[in-house]
């Protein structure tokens, strides 16, 4: 598929639904943008790199400072 | 592809956003990854969320994401585990119950183990694959 789009205002520009259609990208969602040699390429990102992205430092507002990893490595060995 | 299992330790250091998890990142970007996940590890983790102080259903959402970055969740059975003995007996540290588990879990999948537990460095390479983070 080829087509051109027109950028309205800065950091913004409208795709057309037949692409919208064909990519899978509804309003709202996330897309990479990569700028390699003179060329634009639009990706989807996919469902796990999505989700790793969620989950990188969701708890580290809960740790306060503790070593949460080291923690289980010693409980792991009085367990058993 | 290659084919990797991620230790509880490896995923709690991603989910606290620990600089040496920086590994992790760079093999669920890498489409040639395969991520498998011990069941034991959602048990694991989610304890430690839970203990850090995180509701029942925060918890409840780390572990949806822990198994939406997973190729496949690996179930401790009967073979796993006749398998972790064998490991066990066959470390040079005493191998604590769960690793035992775990490591047979990669073992059994032939996949290379992510984590920061230096129990599993008892294990030899011809039995287990692994990398520790932060000694790339």
Same mark, same amino acid.
Request: glycine share 6%; charged share 20%; with cysteine.
């Given at each position: ?27 709202? #969602? ?6 390699? *040699?003179? *060329? ?9 790199? #999505?989700?790793?992205? *969620? ?7 809960? #740790? ?13 060995? #009085?367990?058993? | 592809?290659? $084919?990797?299992?991620?230790?509880? !330790?490896?995923?709690? /250091? ?8 920086? %590994?992790?990142?760079? =093999? ?6 395969? =991520? ?10 989610? $304890? ?31 073979? =796993?585990? %006749?398998?972790?003995? +064998?490991? !066990?007996?066959?470390? /040079? ?12 879990? /990669? +073992? ?7 984590? %920061?537990?230096? +129990? ?17």
């Amino acid at each position: 598929m080829n087509t051109r789009v027109t950028v309205t205002i800065p950091e913004n520009f409208a795709l057309p639904a037949e692409l919208m259609l064909a990519s899978g990208f509804t309003a709202g #969602s996330e897309m990479e943008c990569v700028f390699e *040699q003179g *060329q634009i390429c639009l990706r989807v990102p996919s469902a796990r790199v #999505s989700a790793a992205r *969620q989950l990188f430092g969701m708890g580290r507002h809960l #740790s306060a400072g503790r070593d949460v990893v080291a923690e289980l490595v010693t409980e792991r060995a #009085s367990d058993g | 592809m290659k $084919r990797w299992l991620l230790d509880s !330790s490896a995923l709690l /250091a991603f989910w606290l956003g620990e600089p040496d998890s920086v %590994r992790v990142s760079e =093999i669920l970007a890498n489409s040639e990854s395969e =991520i498998l996940i011990c069941s034991l590890s959602f048990a694991e983790a989610g $304890r430690k969320s839970i203990e850090l102080g995180a509701t029942e259903l925060e918890t409840n959402k780390t572990l949806d994401l822990f198994k939406s970055i997973a190729t496949e969740i690996v179930v401790v059975d009967e073979a =796993i585990a %006749r398998l972790s003995l +064998h490991l !066990s007996q066959n470390s /040079a540290v005493r191998l604590p119950f769960a690793d035992s588990l775990i490591a047979a879990c /990669a +073992h059994a999948k032939n996949a290379t183990l992510l984590h %920061r537990d230096k +129990h599993f460095l008892g294990i030899s390479a011809a039995m287990l694959q692994q990398e520790m983070l932060g000694t790339q």
